[in-house]
Structures are given as C-alpha cells and as structure tokens.
C-alpha cells in the first residue's frame, strides 16, 4: 500500500501535469493504489476512493 506525506492534503488531478483539474483532495495518510505503467516521471498514477488520476510523486510514500 501507499499512502499520501509530506502535506495536510494533495490534488487527485485529472493528468500528469500541475494546471491540470483537481478531480478531489486527499487528506495525508490517505492509502492509494498505484498504476505504475501509467505513472510518469513527476507523477504516480493513482487510484484513490475509487478515482483514477495523478498526485505528485513527492507528495506519496511507497510501501513496498
């Protein structure tokens, strides 16, 4: 599992990319599932509260 650090809450954007439209807000320590084929170099494609989109790589904690 992974879960959401470094901030009080992270952007579930629609793409890879910052200006992109947030599609909810996670609160830290919420667990998301990553889509790792689909991730890019600054984001983890993500499936959070049954919504795929992207947060920031920095912003995930990967628990392997």
Known sequence: ???IVN???VNVR???DVNSVALTV???GEEVVIKVKESTDAFYAVIAKGING???KQFVDVVK
């Open 54 to 56: 992207f947060i920031m």
């Open 14 to 16: 629609e793409k890879a």
């Open 1 to 3: 599992s992974s879960k």
């Open 7 to 9: 901030c009080e809450k």
């Open 26 to 28: 996670l609160p830290a």
